[in-house]
């Protein structure tokens, strides 16, 4: 009996071993299919520093689609974050399809509501199923600063600006690959697009995925972002600089949050530059 126990065990054991193999070989595959689509930004687009971050989910559950671009055009900096519905393989070859067509469209399309069509024409000859989508956030900043975002289904964009932090108005509209689907007026597509918003030199404009803000603790409650976003203009005086804010707030948000978290987090912070930016400085967490 003991020698029978003794079998199974190691059948159980050989078998684990050879499962947790499979799945760090396909991790490892999507990781650096990722890494490939996800190329950090220059450090300076336009007139501002630009920073990009990205947080893998629990183990096995880690590859997601999130995704961002940044582009100086003719019509200014235009900025892209995304999260695709799923994950694996899959979710990273839509966000490459999304990328690819932000980074052909974002030069000659004249606003974001075009532009944002045009990313949806795109991903729906891609997309394998009806019920895929991915959700995203476009933003514009004309030379002078005004401001506009699009939001496809996405969390808005916050900006930090003398120790404070506020939402970005944004024209809404449905998730890219759903934009094409029947609805009773055009209003359920696009609604009305609010007044853009000037940005002052030294403002930081900061998107990002639901894989921060849906960050929980222990109790299930949420990941106060605006609260530490105030909390860490407090800590660091102006200039913000974009690369320690995102390396920051990655540390704070999975200190807050549980260890087994299922969902990856993806930032882009945009710092309008001014003299003191160009100084190093030394800082500290």
Do not use: N
């Not at 396909?26 to 971050?53: K, M, N, W, Y």
């Not at 559950?61 to 100086?72: K, M, N, S, T």
């Not at 699009?150 to 964009?157: E, I, K, R, T, V």
Request: net charge negative; aromatic share 6%; charged share 20%.
């Amino acid at each position: 009996m003991i020698g029978v126990i003794a079998v199974l065990s190691c059948f159980v054991v050989r078998r684990g071993e050879r499962e947790s193999a499979r799945l760090q070989k396909v991790t490892s595959v999507a990781e650096a299919a990722q890494r490939a689509v996800l190329r950090p930004p220059p450090d300076t687009v336009g007139r501002f520093r630009t920073a990009a971050s990205y947080r893998a989910a629990a183990q096995y559950a880690r590859i997601g689609g999130d995704l961002y671009a940044v582009a100086d055009t003719a019509h200014g900096v235009r900025a892209l974050i995304g999260d695709v519905r799923g994950k694996g393989l899959g979710a990273v070859s839509t966000a490459t399809t999304v990328l690819g067509s932000f980074h052909e469209a974002a030069y000659t399309e004249p606003s974001l509501g075009p532009l944002a069509a045009r990313l949806d024409t795109g991903l729906s000859r891609f997309l394998p199923d009806d019920e895929a989508f991915v959700t995203a956030l476009l933003i514009e900043i004309a030379p002078d600063g005004l401001t506009h975002a699009y939001s496809c289904g996405h969390p808005p964009s916050l900006v930090l600006r003398d120790g404070t932090v506020r939402e970005l108005p944004a024209a809404p509209g449905l998730p890219l690959g759903l934009r094409a689907l029947p609805s009773p007026s055009a209003s359920a597509t696009d609604g009305p697009a609010p007044p853009g918003t000037r940005l002052r030199l030294g403002d930081t404009l900061l998107l990002y995925t639901d894989g921060i803000a849906e960050t929980r603790d222990r109790s299930g409650a949420f990941y106060p972002l605006t609260d530490r976003l105030t909390a860490y203009q407090a800590a660091h005086p102006d200039p913000v600089d974009p690369h320690h804010l995102l390396t920051w707030l990655l540390d704070d948000a999975q200190d807050y949050g549980r260890a087994d978290s299922h969902d990856d987090a993806a930032l882009l912070a945009l710092t309008w530059q001014t003299y003191a930016d160009r100084v190093p400085r030394e800082w500290t967490a």
